[in-house]
């Protein structure tokens, strides 16, 4: 059964009305398309929303994973500890910065670090930074963690990529940083909320803060740095209006007053697109959640998730049948999946520092079973019992 009325159906996509062309204008008209006011104005939203003291925009989670791992002293010969199951930015950041990176096994119904497998590997490496990560918009273990790192005496990364609008309890948002020393988040296209490329880090460590704001912009900054050459940033007095002073080696990792402007006009429209969600996510429960060899994961944290990715567990070896035969189908019927990750320590990169994938029990199963299938605001309801419908008959 081909698709012949119904559209492309990816496995993400971004959501954005006119409004954002109202705000986008507006800064096309000001001064600043970059380096302007849109751009705090953005971070102070996003510090007020998640409940952290700061917030500071950068030009993807990248960027931001790796000057939050810089602002923590993360230098040569210092060690990481992240998920085996993440995107490979997770750990690169270690690398960038002249350290070593390790891993963590998941837990298979979670795709979190394993509890016990990160307390023994903690042990056994003494990492000066973890990095949990957000799967699919939902966090695990925060508490856990949080009591390790005081144990154990190690910062904490908490890459929540997918976890804007995501909860760790009914109380605390994900990116208050209640739990860890820094939170960075993503809003590429696909995410709740986006940006186009971009991100942001928030804390509540003034002193992170200030030296976050130095790293993303060439290690400038103009604004909170009071001049330390006072000679030559002074005349009669007064402070030259052109002088600037770079403190440390940074990078030019800003984000632009578009884009902030369109970041804001996306904040007026998460709680529109986590409702949303959140019925397509049940819609799916509903239809997988008593399937003999489908199992949806993270269903026990559907209150507290952002909804960013819904992956199920496919028992392909009991079925007799491919992934691959399977988004075959899929494509032919123009709908995309995706597969959410294939495990860091398999990339060619990573075999030639030694990791190998049987380490890893748990992570090697999850990869050989994920499925991320169809969910963005857009998603219609007849489009979504299609992908079931493809999904089932393919099952059977």
Known sequence: MKNKKLNYIPYGKHYITKNALVHIKKVLNSKNIT???TIEAFENKIARYVGSKYAVAVSSATAGLHIACQS???KKNSKLLTSTISFVSSSNVAYFLGGKASFVDIDPNTVAMNLLDLESKIKKIKPNVVIPVHMGGT???HKEIKKLSNKYNFKIVEDAAHSFGGKYDEFNKIGCCKYSNLTVFSFHPVKTITTGEGGVITTNDKKLYMQLLRLRSHGINKKNDLPI?????YSNSKLNQWYYEMRTLGYNYRMTDLQ?????SQLSLLNKILKKKKLIFKTYDNAFSKVKNIIPLQVDKRSFTSFHLYIISINFKKLKKSRQKLM???ERNKIYCQVHY??????PFYKKKGFLIKNFPSSKNYYESCLSIPCYYSLKKSE???VIKIILDFIK
Request: hydrophobic share 45%; charged share 10%; no cysteine.
């Open 35 to 37: 380096q302007g006011p």
């Open 72 to 74: 923590l002293n993360f």
């Open 139 to 141: 966090s695990y273990h």
């Open 229 to 233: 050459i006072k000679k030559q940033a």
């Open 260 to 264: 902030a402007s369109l970041g804001i």
């Open 328 to 330: 075959e189908i899929l």
């Open 342 to 347: 294939i495990p860091i320590v398999m990339h």
């Open 384 to 386: 979504q019992n299609f």
